[in-house]
């Protein structure tokens, strides 16, 4: 589907979707330029300071996407034939076609969290000792906000409380906080609190924040430069990369309270659909700006169920067989909210009528 197809649309299916903002076209305009693989890129320096600053770390790096900065993030905390915890839905596990192995050379152990947090008893009963038998386990992933359980929040104390597993057996921590200002906001408390019992993470400005590119890795000064020499053997290395750090710096500056908006148009959604006969989801995940239902109750597939919601102009997203994804957005207003539950309970009505299908 092009831009113009799906402009006329309400699009839930993800806040990737987003548009950058005038103000960021202007910025990407007259941003200073230079090549950023001699680091003489001004607007990335920029951008990178004021994300190491913000996530109170010593250093970051920008790439083009989540999935190349967990793989750049999963390579410079890890090596070959190593083991890695992390959640068992995970984006990593699941979404990125298992670069960690195919890539990076590391075995994957996946452990079942509750609404997306594991526990930090099953996470040590997990770790492999490195041993002539096994790939000893070096790290632990976590998500935040958490995608598939919902755009759930761990919150910083059971980030703490997996810190100190990890401590306690030698583990660096890594966070995939693609939406942690997402978390953050839900919660009310400053980034920081999310990033200070972690080594590392990375974050998304092609989310909710707007950008329409890049992903940004925070660490250590050491990390960081091992992190560099990753990006640059994945081909992430990246010439006037200030085009794309340009909008980035507004996300940083001006982008983050407006998520709230999100959160309480996911809300208004998940409130509006729970109340519909054959849709179910769980309110208690509902704590940011996605909601994840079943279509279980109504007998349709999720696949049939999209379709007929695109024929009236509602896009969304297949989780599994019978499991929808919506993602609010800066594109999404309530009114936008409102249209799509009729035309999802007129959607529901006809599979309603016309029996199982
Ligand atoms: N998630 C996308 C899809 O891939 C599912 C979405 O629409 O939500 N970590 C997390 C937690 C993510 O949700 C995503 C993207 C990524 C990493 C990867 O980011 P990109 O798409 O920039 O490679």
């Known amino acids: 589907m092009d831009g113009d197809e799906t402009s006329s649309y309400i699009d839930l299916r993800s806040d990737t979707v987003t548009l950058p903002t005038e ?26 300071e004021l994300a190491a600053e913000k996530m109170g770390k010593e250093a970051a790096l920008l790439v083009p996407s989540g999935t190349m900065a967990n793989l750049v993030a999963v390579m410079a905390n890890t090596r070959r034939g190593e083991s890695a915890i992390l959640e068992a839905e995970s984006h990593i596990y699941w979404y990125e076609l298992g670069g960690i192995s195919a890539v990076a050379g590391v075995l994957p152990i996946p452990v079942k969290g509750e609404m997306g947090v594991m526990d930090p008893h099953d ?12 790939a000893g386990t070096t790290l632990v992933c976590i998500e935040n906000t958490h995608n598939l359980a919902g755009g759930t929040v761990v919150t910083p104390s059971q980030i703490r409380a997996i810190s100190e597993v990890a401590k306690d057996h030698d583990l660096r921590l890594y966070m995939d906080g693609a939406r942690i200002f997402n978390a953050a906001v839900a919660l009310k408390v400053d980034v920081k609190e999310f990033t200070r019992h ?5 974050f998304s400005l092609s989310k909710g924040l707007s950008c329409p590119v890049g992903s940004i890795v925070v660490g250590s000064e050491a990390f960081i430069e091992k992190a560099r020499r990753i990006r640059k053997m994945l081909g992430g290395g990246m010439r006037q990369a ?19 908006e999100d ?15 054959g849709i179910s989801l769980d309110l208690r995940t509902v704590q940011t700006n996605i909601v994840i239902c079943s279509l279980d109750g109504l007998g349709a597939s999720a696949e049939m169920f999209i379709e007929k919601l695109k024929a009236r102009g509602v896009l969304v997203s297949r989780m599994c067989k019978t499991r ?15 249209r799509a539950l009729s035309i999802i309970g007129e959607v529901v009505g006809e599979i309603r009528r016309r029996g199982r299908v």
């Open 242 to 260: 200030g085009i794309i750090a340009a909008p980035g710096i507004i996300a940083l500056e001006r982008m983050i309270d407006r998520l709230e």
């Open 23 to 48: 103000e960021m076209l202007e910025a990407i305009r007259n941003a200073k330029l230079g090549d950023d693989v001699y680091r003489e890129d001004p607007t990335v320096n920029q951008l990178e």
């Open 324 to 338: 929808i994804r919506f993602v609010t957005h800066r594109g999404i207003e309530r009114r936008h909210i409102e």
């Open 263 to 277: 959160h309480k148009n996911a809300r208004l959604l998940a409130e509006g659909l729970a109340k519909i006969d």
């Open 123 to 134: 996470i040590e009963a997990a770790i492999k000792p490195a041993s002539l038998h096994h």
């Open 198 to 202: 972690v080594d590392n993470l990375m």
